[in-house]
Structure formats: C-alpha cells, structure tokens
C-alpha cells in the first residue's frame, strides 16, 4: 500500500500543523483582528448557500447524491489549493458546515462519505481533471463514457466556479 495515501474521514483535522497551540491562538487572534475570519466566514456561508442551490438543481437527478459529494470534494479541494493558510482554511470549513446544517441536514449528511472522498482523493493525486472515472464507479456504472464525461463536466464547472469565488477574498498576511 502507498504509504503517502491518507483516508479521508469527516470528523478528521489535518493533523500535519506544525504549530504549538499558543502559535495557533496568536495566529487565530491575528486573523480575527484583522477582520480575516469574517471574511472567511462570509465565505464559508457564500460556499453553503451556493452548494445548496446545486442541490436544488440536481434534486431530481438520479445520481443526486454522487453528484453532491463530487461536488463538495471539489469544493474543499478548491479551500486546500487556494488558501495557504491552515486557519483561514478550517475557518471557511467549519463557517460553511454550520451553515449548511443549520439550512438542509439532510443535504449535509450526504456529503460525508469518507469511502467517496477517499476515492476522489486518490484519483485526485494521480491526475487532476478526471474525476469522472471516480464518479461514474460510484454511480454503479463503471466506465460508462457519458457518465465519466458527466463528471468531468461537473470537475471543470465547479472547480472553476469554487476558484472564482475563493479568489474574489483577499486575505491580510502575518
């Protein structure tokens, strides 16, 4: 087995933070004086209510729930990419979570499913733009051409649309 490979599991923190906890806290201090966690808290909100309003658009569609989990495994991938900063990370998680628990549980509960992300994170490493493959086995119909480019449809779209609105943020550095 690669040992570099982690599993993914909801309730899971990064644990590679190589800062002591009065590091974190100065840090988390710093951010929030500086007005960077309302930022990423009116982000992490942003992020739930357009994650909800895809849920309205896929309601009908028979691969409702993979659709869903493609779609917030992309989004956090997006968080990991475009924001260096493990606390402003977390922040915009975490803000994002409770907003979309406190509007549609039901919604939420469907995206944590770890054996999903697991997958699409290895994939993920091997190739970026190709999560298709990944999506269509988890819809129990293994490479079928129109589901695997449905995906990959789903991958540029959203990726995009994740990047847009995470670069729209400006964030004070230490």
Do not use: P, W
Request: glycine residues 4%; hydrophobic residues 35%; contains cysteine.
């Amino acid at each position: 087995m690669d040992d570099d490979i982690k599993i993914y599991r909801a309730e899971d923190v990064d644990k590679e933070n190589n800062l002591n906890s009065e590091d974190s806290a100065n840090l988390f201090l710093f951010h929030k004086e500086n007005g960077n966690i309302n930022k990423t808290n009116e982000m992490g909100e942003l992020l739930a209510n357009c994650f909800l309003n895809t849920a309205k658009r896929f309601k009908d569609d028979e691969y409702y729930n993979q659709k869903l989990t493609l779609i917030s495994f992309l989004m956090f991938d997006e968080l990991a990419t475009n924001i260096d900063d493990e606390i402003l990370q977390k922040s915009v998680k975490g803000s994002f979570k409770k907003h979309l628990v406190s509007q549609d549980k039901d919604v939420s509960d469907i995206i944590t499913d770890s054996v999903a992300y697991t997958l699409y994170i290895i994939e993920d490493r091997k190739r970026k733009g190709d999560m298709g493959r990944i999506y269509s086995e988890l819809c129990g119909r293994t490479d079928d051409s129109e589901l695997i480019s449905e995906g990959n449809a789903i991958e540029q779209e959203y990726r995009s649309l994740f990047a847009d609105i995470i670069s729209t943020y400006t964030f004070k550095t230490v």
